[in-house]
Structure formats: C-alpha cells, structure tokens
C-alpha cells in the first residue's frame, strides 16, 4: 500500500514530500508549491496518483470502557476493564477542559479542515533546516487518528503495529493525513474532540477526561475547574513524564504551560492564569480504582461474578471474546448480591472460624425454585496470596472451575440422596430394616450403572450415633444411622442413588470425577465423594422448591454502554423430580431437627424447616444442610491438613474436629455438625436471612411414600418357608423372624403376621416359628416350717415392679439417645 509513496519520497526527496502534503492541502491550486515541484521534477499529477492508492476507510472502533459490576442495591462492587476509561458525551465535559486542551494542542481547531497548513508547514521547514524528523503540527484530527491506530495494536498485542503506528517517518505521516481528511468527512468537529477526549490517556491508569477527573481529582469532568482542566490538557503529550502523582513538579511546570498559553491566546485573563498558577496539587485527593477482584469487600462473590461472564454466550462466542467484552465493553453487570445477607452470612463463619485458624468454613445459601445466590462466605475472606494473614485465592464454596479447590467429603448429608431414590421407587418412610451396630456387608449384592454386582473384600460399618435395632427410616435420619441406610441404598440400587445425586444437583469438585463415577462404591451414601458446599446448597434447594433444579446464578442482568441487554447465565429452572419424592424427602427430614441429632440447629419459633448433618471419618469436617420453603443453606467446617496440628506425622498431629478449641474465636468443637455447624453458622446466618419473612408450609407428600402403598398380601401356596421369605423381601417387605411357644417341633414355621388382606408394599412382616411347647409347671416345694430371716425396717429393699427412670439401677425407658450429635 505505501510501497509507492515510499519510493516516492526516497528517489525525489523533501521537495516530493512537500508536494504530496501540498497535494493534500490542496495548495497546488493556489500555486503554492509550484517551485517545489519543478526543483524536484515531481509532478502534482504523479504525487496526486500515489496519493489516491493510500487507504481513506478507517475502522473506528468504540474507545474501551470499563465495566462494573453492582449489589442488588446499586452499589459498585467492582471494575473490570483493560483501560480505565468512562466514555461521556462532550456535553459532559467542562468547557474550560475543552479550551485548556485545544490552546495546547491545536488552537485553530475549528477554524482549518484535518490539519493546520501553517502548522504543519511550519513543522516540515523546521525538520528540514534540523534534519530531524517529523516532529509537531498535527491537528487533533490526526492526533485522534494516530491514538486510534496505536491503541488497537496495544488491545491486541500487536507489537509491530504499535510500532508503525509510532514510526516517525514520512510515510506514516502521509497516510495518517489522509486518514484524517476522511474522517473529517464523516464526523463533525464536536463529534472528533468528544471521541479525542475519550480515548487519550492521562496517565496513571486513567483513559479518557472523566476517568482522569475522578482519578486525579475526585471529581467529574463536567465540573472540572481551571487549573485542573490546565493540569489534565497537560498530560497528553507526555502522560507518564509529566504525571503529578509520581513526579509533581514536572506536572506543575506543565501546568502552567498550559495556563500561560490559555492566557497569550486570550481564552483566560493574566489575573486568572496567576491565580490558577498559584493552586497546588495534593495527592490526597487521588482516587484509586480497583480493577477485579482483589481488594473488593466481597472477593470470592465477585470472582464467580466473572467466571459466570466467562461462561455467557452472549458476550462472545469464545472464552477471549468474553473476556474482551468484560474488560473492553463497558458493561453494566446487575446481581442479586445482598450485602445484608452476606454479612450475616459472614458474620456466623467467623464467629466459629477466623481467617488464620487451621480451619476452613463456608456457608452457601441458595433461593429454591430460582437459583438465585444469597450468600457465599468463608472463613478465609481476603483474597490475596499472604497465607499467614489468611488470606487465599480458592472459593472454597465453588467447583475447581469455578474458582474452588478438591472440595470436601460431605458425610451424612448424602443419606437424602440414598432416600430421595429410595422414594422415587416408592420405598416409603416405614421401611424398616434391623440397623445392627457393626455390620461386614462383604458379598451383599447391589446394582452399578453397568451390571449386577457386590461388594467385594471386607467392608465394615458401624453406626456412629449410639442408635441401633429395628427402625424406620424416620428414626434412621433423625440419628443417622448407618447401617439403616446402606442396605437401603444397596436395595434401592447404587446406579440410582448416585444419579439422584447429581440430578438434584450435587457436584464432585473436581470435573474429572463426577457423581456418576461412584455408582460402584457402595460407601457413597456416608458421603465419601468430594463435594463443592454450594452444591450441596443446590442439591437441597431442589428438595426446599419441591422438585425444581436451578442452576446457581448470581447476575440478574447485563447492559451495554447503550442500555442494550444482553442475555444474563440462566438458571434453567426445571422439574427433576416428582413432587411427592422431594415432599417426602421433606418430612424425613424433618426428624433430625425435631427429634434426632440437630435439634440444636432449629430455627426459632415455629417455623417449618428441614436438614441432614454430616460428619466425616475421624471428625474432620462437620456439615448441616438445611432448607425452609424459602431458602436452603449448606454450612461446614473442616480441618485444613496443611496446617498444625492436623498435619500427619507432625508433633501434636490430631485428626479431626472433636475437642478443639478454636484459637481465634475460642469456640470449643463437639465434632459433630448439629452440635457445630448447624446452630454455629446455619442458624444464625438463616434467621438473619428469615427475618420479618412470612412462614411458609412444606408441602405433605402422598401415605405411599410415608406408610407404603398398600397392596394384596401375595399368594404363598406351594412355596418352602424359604422361598415364602425370600418372595416378601423381593417385593419389598422387611421379615422379621421371631418365636413362640407351640406344640409343633421346635423351629418349625407358624405363619406370618399379617398374612392377608391389604398390607403396606414395604411395610413388615413378622414370620413366626415355633420354639417347642411350652414348659410345664413344677409344684413350688413346700415350706418345711422354718421362720423366715426378719427384715430390718432400715434395711433396703429391691423395688418390684416395673422400673422407672430415676430408680437406682434401673435402665431407662426407650433407646438410650448418644451423646454424640450428627452424623
């Protein structure tokens, strides 16, 4: 494109170069440069042919603007931008800044067409007599036209483009004079400053007059006074040279440049020039900006914020088209972040866990039915890279992709799942099964996605609460009882329960190894995956709005500098399951707040509420996650195994949670998480949220799935004992076997209780066999006449009787609750 012109100018010299600026100028017609043309033997017909191959379309691309991001108030919570630039209309920009900077930089503005003649002939002379280069002259059109071209090669990385779009040759000269004359064309010359004052950088990380006003000043740039105005029209030749911040008398000097000239061109009288000279500059008044997240008041809210754009189709259809949107489009990014709630939320982790505690906590509170984030804190909430102050840059509520780390085991609280599935098949609450303190489920068969199979080598479990025995599924989740639920999920089947898992939204934290990959490893329902707390919010969320799955989204809206929407991350709300097995998984787990293990976690009142506490190996994290009709919360704390004294192999190593003490809250830990996470963090942060709320009822699911549909008692005939069993089990009945005196042999089968009629599907039966006839009564010996031993009226006597609590000795009535809570 210039590799005429460049000859051109190489072979025929300055006197060519004149010609095809004249060219330019149009002052060949006035005859101007005439004798210039015959010195050089360059006729204006050649120059005007070369000049009509140079380009006249420039792309003007929109100055970069920054974005920022608002609570549900309105409040700016944080700036993205690669170029610290708020674009303003030139209505919006004090008129002493327009005249400081046109008595600077090109006076005639408005009086010549692209350029100033005398100014850039004015220039040529001077480089020719020095032998320098081009140097001075430019309009601001052409200055405009440069500042474009060298900050789009900046946005892109294009170093060589930077670099001829600064080359101080002729050549770049000449097309950015030609540059200029079409743009002329088509903008007016208010339409030129305003986009002039936009782009240009002030130093200091400020682009554009109003960033620079706010920056420098603390003020806009519609209210910007003289000698500021002098100050900013100072910047642009030499932003970081004359910048006041870092070198101020140089900035001062320049100044008064400014002034001075203002005053020569009669713009300002020399009173008000000497009594602008006599203003300083203070750096107190600067005013820094934020860009991200670092330093922010809510960090890790703020990170998802972004991560969440990165994801949105609207903004590009790549990861870096997003992110030049973000950084570049000026957008406005409306959340629902509710400072309110979240420091509540906050306020309730750090009372139980500081920032520098050998701890991790988080609470996560999700809306049912829109997904809608209401608060993420964690016990860690600086985000910076000074561990020892605590800081860190992991969301611990988040998945890896998300900003998080490998997550936490969630204990217990995978036992709704298991019942959730359990549901979905119509195994109802009633289902009992015989929880025996220690059981080797080495050999029971269950079903993976892919085959029948069984649990291979040595596996015991014991329930950990103290409650063993018959029971139900109530009472299994109200004290969470192990081995009540393991044979639950291996008869429901481990291929579903971990797809009830993940369909309700619980996620494993690390992408590569989702729920479904666990449907083999029947240690899934006591919660041995690593899980994102927000997920698990998620997950119970799903349950709280009665089957209905949202994606977690935290922006409500997005709009560009010109109030245009684009499309915000949808939560995708959909039904994932029946309404009867998520208001079943409701009133189960209704139990562990009322009567189990997390009755310390209860809301105040008598407001309806639902949860599951979890517990790990060895105590080393604590879980409840708990939901209202309104919202649902996970709330944890776990040990952090980087740190003493839960680092194995090191002096003093423990290895979990029970027994300590908190060093900066002083909190003493019970281990368990209805005795520490759920009245520490859940309730606080929960009634904080609930308060002046109305109280909303949980929906009641169907008997089928509380006492068990009912059905035919099966025919039986023709079948052994064995197989009679083994046929109630297969259709879901628990047998239960015990014995009774009879005249039939010992062990012979009686019959079962009940054996027709209508009988819950899952409900249980009892098989009767025989344990021989009863025993016949002997004749008590008669008394041989002998005088009974007296009895001291002092002496103490065995009570006779039925036993009753408080008597010396005497067990109480019922199951002895544990001391322990939740798991």
Same mark, same amino acid.
């Given at each position: 494109?210039?590799? *005429? ?197 002030? *130093? ?252 291979? *080598? ?215 998480? *209805? ?149």
């Amino acid at each position: 494109m210039l590799t *005429g012109l460049k000859r051109l100018v190489t072979v025929t010299g300055a006197g060519a170069l004149f010609i095809l600026v004249s060219v330019l100028c149009g002052l060949l017609v006035a005859g101007l440069a005439i004798p210039f043309a015959a010195a050089s033997g360059v006729s204006a017909q050649a120059a005007d042919r070369e000049l009509n191959n140079l380009p006249t379309n420039m792309t003007l691309p929109a100055a970069p603007q920054r974005t920022k991001v608002l609570d549900v108030n309105g409040h700016v919570l944080a700036y993205f931008y690669d170029q610290n630039r708020i674009y303003v209309p030139l209505s919006k920009i004090a008129p002493v800044m327009r005249t400081a900077l046109l008595s600077i930089e090109d006076h005639r503005f408005y009086e010549h067409g692209a350029f100033d003649p005398q100014g850039t002939l004015r220039a040529f002379l001077t480089n020719q007599a020095s032998g320098g280069t081009v140097q001075g002259g430019s309009s601001i059109t052409q200055q405009y036209v440069k500042m474009v071209l060298v900050n789009e090669a900046e946005l892109d990385g294009d170093k060589s483009a930077v670099a001829a779009a600064q080359a101080t040759t002729y050549e770049r000269k000449i097309t950015e004079l030609r540059y200029a004359i079409a743009l002329e064309k088509k903008l007016s010359k208010d339409q030129i400053l305003e986009r002039y004052l936009n782009l240009v950088y002030f *130093g200091d990380g400020a682009y554009g007059v109003e960033a620079a006003a706010r920056h420098y000043f603390g003020t806009t740039a519609a209210k910007l006074t003289l000698p500021q105005a002098a100050m900013l029209a100072g910047l642009v030749q030499s932003p970081d040279s004359d910048n006041p911040v870092l070198h101020p008398e140089a900035g001062l000097a320049r100044r008064n440049e400014v002034l001075n000239r203002m005053s020569e061109l009669g713009e300002i009288t020399p009173a008000a020039a000497e009594a602008a000279i006599r203003t300083g500059f203070t750096k107190a008044g600067v005013q820094a900006f934020n860009n991200g997240c670092v330093g922010t008041r809510y960090p890790f809210l703020c990170d998802y914020v972004r991560r969440s754009l990165l994801a949105t189709p609207s903004l590009g259809s790549t990861v870096d088209e997003r992110e030049k949107t973000i950084d570049r489009g000026g957008l406005t990014i409306y959340t629902k972040i509710d400072p309110k709630a979240q420091d509540a939320a906050q306020k309730a982790v750090s009372s139980m866990v500081g920032a520098t505690d050998p701890l991790i906590s988080t609470m996560d509170m999700i809306e049912p039915g829109t997904g809608l984030i209401v608060a993420m804190a964690q016990s860690r909430p600086v985000m910076g890279s000074d561990a020892k102050k605590g800081q860190t840059y992991f969301n611990y509520s988040a998945t890896q992709s998300m900003g998080g780390g490998q997550g936490f085991q969630a204990g217990s609280t995978f036992k709704a799942f298991t019942a959730a599935a359990a549901f979905d098949k119509g195994i109802p609450i009633a289902k009992k099964y015989d929880a025996k303190k220690t059981v080797n489920y080495s050999g029971k068969p269950f079903d993976s996605c892919e085959r029948r199979t069984e649990v291979t *080598g040595s596996w015991k479990v014991s329930n950990s609460t103290g409650v063993n025995g018959e029971m139900d599924m109530s009472k299994a989740a109200g004290w969470s009882v192990n081995n009540y639920f393991v044979p639950l999920e291996l008869d429901t089947g481990m291929c579903s329960v971990t797809r009830m898992a993940a369909t309700v939204g619980a996620q494993s934290s690390v992408a590569s190894e989702p729920i479904s990959s666990y449907d083999d490893k029947p240690s899934f329902t006591l919660g041995t995956v690593d899980v994102a707390p927000m997920s698990m919010a998620e997950a119970y969320a799903t349950f709280a709005s009665g089957g209905i799955r949202c994606n977690p989204i935290i922006i409500s809206k997005i709009t560009t500098p010109s109030g245009k929407s684009l499309a915000a991350p949808s939560a995708d709300c959909k039904r994932v399951i029946s309404a009867d097995v998520a208001n079943a998984v409701s009133k189960l787990l209704t139990a562990p707040v009322t009567t189990g293990s997390a009755t310390a976690a209860r809301l105040p009142g008598d407001r309806p509420m639902a949860g599951k506490t979890g517990t790990i190996d060895s105590n080393a994290a604590v879980w409840f996650v708990g939901y209202t009709p309104q919202i649902a919360g996970a709330a944890m704390i776990s040990i952090d195994s980087t740190k003493k004294p839960f680092v194995k192999g090191k002096a003093g190593y423990r290895p979990g949670l029970k027994g300590y003490t908190v060093p900066s809250t002083h909190v003493y830990l019970s281990g368990s998480g *209805g005795g520490d996470a759920g009245p520490g963090i859940w309730k606080p942060a929960v009634s904080a949220y609930l308060k002046g709320k109305p109280v909303e009822q949980f929906e009641q699911p169907p008997d089928a799935l509380v006492r068990g549909k009912m059905i035919n008692f099966p025919d039986l005939s023709g079948l052994s004992t064995a197989e009679k069993i083994a046929k109630l089990r297969k259709i879901g009945m628990t047998v239960v076997k015990k014995t009774k005196t009879s005249d039939k042999p010992k062990n012979s089968f009686l019959g079962f209780s009940p054996d027709s009629g209508k009988v819950p599907q899952y409900g249980t039966v009892t098989a009767y066999f025989s344990s021989g006839p009863p025993k016949k009564k002997t004749d008590k010996p008669k008394s041989d006449g002998a005088p009974k031993s007296p009895t001291s009226p002092t002496s103490p006597t065995r009570p006779t009787g039925p036993t009753k609590p408080g008597n010396p000795g005497a067990p109480p009535f019922g199951p002895v609750k544990p001391r322990d809570q939740g798991h």
